[in-house]
Nanobody
Framework: QVQLVESGGGLVQPGGSLRLSCAAS????????MGWYRQAPGKQRELVAA???????DYADSVKGRFTISRDNAKNTVYLQMNSLRPEDTAVYYC??????????????WGQGTLVTVSS
């Protein structure tokens, strides 16, 4: 079994910064794409940023230039550095990972979510 554990959420003022971390553990052979999604109350879950093992990156237009996604393949960890935060960034942020287990089975797992609140 593979699990994702997220951390780093909290309350920040507009213009502030937060750094989210997501660490994968368990019977992992290889993680391919890792990404961050977010969901605000009453809204659909949306992709924020995704990164492949080779470091190809996609960002949502709303966060481009403000957020930076990165990963440490040796630690099976993905990060999201969030700068210049806006109230509309308020949401529960979820980590997602795709890859293969040590038993050659495809895996796709989600973290438990971490709440980011941007408010004065």
């Amino acid at each position: 079994q593979v699990q994702l554990v997220e951390s780093g959420g909290g309350l920040v003022q507009p213009g502030g910064s937060l750094r989210l971390s997501c660490a994968a553990s368990g019977s992992i052979f290889r993680l391919d794409t890792m990404g961050w999604y977010r969901q605000a109350p009453g809204k659909q879950r949306e992709l924020v940023a995704a990164i492949t093992r080779a470091a190809n990156i996609d960002y949502a237009d709303s966060v481009k230039g403000r957020f930076t996604i990165s990963r440490d393949n040796a630690k099976n960890t993905v990060y999201l550095q969030m700068n210049s935060l806006r109230p509309e960034d308020t949401a529960v942020y979820y980590c997602n990972a795709q890859g293969f287990t040590t038993r050659d089975r495809y895996l796709e797992v989600w973290g438990q979510g971490t709440l980011v609140t941007v408010s004065s």
